[in-house]
């Protein structure tokens, strides 16, 4: 026989407290359908919850209930006929960490289990975390970090310290970082001229890099390059703009623009090693940022001062917690 179960929640957003609520209830029950109560006026969408829901736990069934403009209390008795209409087969088991439960599982018909109602083994609270996310990061579920996340791009000439401060920005306040794909790729790849392909295969990895790290990383998410410096490549490697590929880029939060006043350090990886090159390279980047209307700050002078620079723009962007 299987056994069906329910729970009911906004989720708004999900965090460790219901993550280990839900698995919990996965060990009572053989099928398991979440309904994700919702109304027009939540801070946080529903088809996002409903995303987020799907992805941390792909076993179970998630079906969003919008009820208007006004939310709807949980201890509602209207919910055991929504519920019904969700799912019309018999409910053996309502599960959540609060009292309703008991009266919406009599109203099914089913059995209740009330599981760690005081959230004593994960004190968490949605609506503390929405406030403030970063002060709460350790109860936010990887998944659903992006959403509060923010990012800091490094980009600058080359032997201009990206990947270093990229670490030691990562070192200081969470990481890891996203590192920078091209140098991987340049590494392997079939020496000659650049083809517009590969600039793409470079954006592709640097993606997919930072779309898997973003949800390890702390609240802000440091990144050595991205698809906007690419850009820039290409016009220095081929000559020419993509515009297919300047239709992929995802501006972050804020960017660091390292200028290209360091010492050049040998690397059989670089290419421009000339300074006419590497300010041109700098030039080009400062104008990309520019065309596109993001937000940078310069960052210059020895190690000692670019590493508080960077220390200080990354301390006023913890001050403003990311609203979603």
């Known amino acids: 026989m299987t056994t069906k179960g329910v729970i009911l929640g906004k989720f708004m957003p999900p965090h460790e407290g219901h993550v280990a609520l839900i698995r919990t209830a996965s060990y009572l029950v053989d099928r398991l359908t979440i309904i994700l109560s919702a109304s027009d006026s939540d801070p946080i969408p529903p ?3 409903k995303g987020w829901m799907e992805s941390l736990f792909p076993q179970a069934v998630v079906i969003v209930s919008n009820n208007g403009a006004e939310p709807l209390p949980a201890d509602s008795p209207d919910w055991a006929r929504i519920i019904r209409g969700f799912h019309p087969e018999p409910i053996d088991r309502v599960i959540g960490s609060e009292g309703y439960v008991a009266d919406l599982a009599k109203a099914l018909n089913a059995q209740h289990f009330i599981l760690d109602p005081m959230w004593m083994a994960f004190p968490a609270n949605s609506s503390e975390i929405r406030q403030d996310p970063f002060g709460h990061w350790n109860s936010i579920p990887d998944h659903v970090r992006p959403y509060f996340q923010k990012r800091l791009t490094l980009v600058g000439p080359e032997s201009t310290g990206k990947s270093y401060m990229a670490d ?15 140098r991987p790729y340049e590494k392997f790849r079939t020496p000659g001229p650049y083809k517009p392909e590969e600039l793409h295969f470079i954006v592709d990895g640097h993606v997919a890099h930072r779309k898997t790290l973003s949800m390890m990383a702390g609240p802000i998410l440091f990144e050595d390059t ?3 410096l690419t850009a820039v490549w290409a016009e220095m490697l081929l000559g020419h703009s993509l515009p297919d590929l300047e239709a992929r880029i995802e501006l972050p939060d804020h960017y660091l623009l390292l200028d290209a ?9 670089r290419y421009y090693a000339k300074q006419e090159m590497r300010q041109k390279f700098f030039d080009r980047t400062k104008a990309k940022l520019e065309a596109f209307h993001a937000p940078y700050t310069l960052i210059s002078g020895d190690w000692k001062n670019r590493e508080a620079q960077a220390v200080a723009v990354v301390e006023e962007m913890l001050a403003t917690p990311k609203r979603g």
């Open 47 to 49: 088809a996002v919850r």
């Open 168 to 182: 030691v920005l990562a070192r200081k306040f969470g990481g890891p970082y996203v590192p920078e794909y091209g």
């Open 226 to 228: 991205d698809p906007l």
């Open 261 to 269: 006043n360091t010492p050049w350090e040998e690397d059989p990886l």
